[in-house]
């Protein structure tokens, strides 16, 4: 698990300079992510996390589910 969230994170940081996200991954949580996201790319970055989240590192057959939450603070987003 922490090699994959890892390899997530690599991936998340190309793809936000690549698209020129304003918004930033800030805080691993064990095997969460946190980002400070700017209001008007909050729906832009939605599928790019869960993309990169879900297709880190292939478990076979194992399907890898990720799910994204929105708030002011870390609290609302769960």
Not at 15 to 43: C, G, R, W, Y
């Amino acid at each position: 698990a922490a090699d994959m969230i890892k390899l997530a994170m690599i991936k998340l940081q190309s793809e936000f300079k690549k698209q020129n996200f304003k918004s930033k991954m800030i805080l691993q949580v064990h095997d969460e992510l946190v980002f400070d996201a700017h209001k008007d790319e909050v729906e832009l970055i939605k599928p790019v996390v869960i993309e990169c989240m879900q297709n880190a590192m292939s478990l076979g057959e194992v399907p890898v589910i990720a799910e994204v939450g929105t708030g002011l603070n870390w609290l609302e987003a769960h």
